[in-house]
């Protein structure tokens, strides 16, 4: 079936500095959807990426997702304190019968340090 | 507010023992989804319902269950409770129609730790 693997598992930066995080699919997704997951929280949308070389922005934070829409990539400049998560990459692939499924990344933990 | 509602939040039950939980979607959203997290884990699909049919299934145990109703909430089954299945259940629910997934809206989740 489907596999979404992301990486790193954890990423500690100190405060300003830049955060990156992959995401790769085994197969072309349809979509790529991002979520972010505070302590204590349960998963936010954050964006969907739909094209091929997609690019979107949101502030301080740059969605990218590949050419072959197998792979995207979550970039944070100059990390804050409320970037403090857990980021889930989950990319949508038709799976038959009219269906579609989405598969969660195991997450990239953000911790901040002041 | 997500919109989303779950209960209960917190669970603590025994070995063995069998709990619900139950979720409450979004306003008009048909879909219905559970995910189940573990400590550090990403979120490991359960199981899907559109419209109080079952749509797509993952790695859900036999011991576990669901189903939607027709006022469109849905409750999750947990049954012959083992230790690891202590976790946090979240629902999700979407208001894409038919077979398409579209942005996933979370419930605030239950936690469930059996002892």
């Known amino acids: 079936g489907q596999q979404v693997m992301q990486i790193p598992q954890y990423q500690h930066v100190q405060e300003g500095e830049d955060f990156t995080t992959y995401c790769n699919s085994s197969t072309t997704l349809s979509n790529i959807q991002w979520y972010k997951q505070r302590p204590g929280g349960h998963p936010v949308f954050l964006i969907q990426?739909?094209?091929?070389?997609e690019v979107k922005k949101q502030k301080r934070l740059t969605f990218q997702f590949g050419e072959a829409k197998k792979n995207s990539s979550l970039h944070i400049t100059a990390t804050q304190t409320t970037d403090v998560g857990t980021y889930f990459c989950a990319g949508k692939a038709y799976s038959g019968a009219g269906s579609y499924q989405l598969t969660f990344g195991k997450g990239t933990k953000l911790s901040v340090i002041p | 507010d997500s919109g989303v509602t779950q209960t209960p939040k917190h669970l603590i039950t025994a070995t063995g023992q069998r709990v619900t939980l139950r979720c409450s979607p979004r306003?008009?959203?048909?879909?219905v989804y559970w995910y189940q997290q573990s400590l550090d884990q990403g979120l490991q699909f359960l199981i899907q319902?559109?419209?109080?049919?079952?749509?797509a299934k993952g790695n859900i145990l036999e011991r576990f269950s669901a189903q939607q109703f027709p006022d469109l909430h849905s409750e999750l089954n947990l049954s012959s409770l083992e230790l690891g299945d202590s976790a946090l259940y979240f629902c999700a629910s979407s208001e894409i129609s038919g077979g398409s997934t579209g942005e996933l809206f979370f419930g605030e989740g239950s936690r469930l730790t059996v002892l």
């Open positions: 319902y559109y419209n109080g049919e079952e749509r």
């Open positions: 306003s008009g959203d048909l879909s």
């Open positions: 990426l739909v094209k091929s070389g």
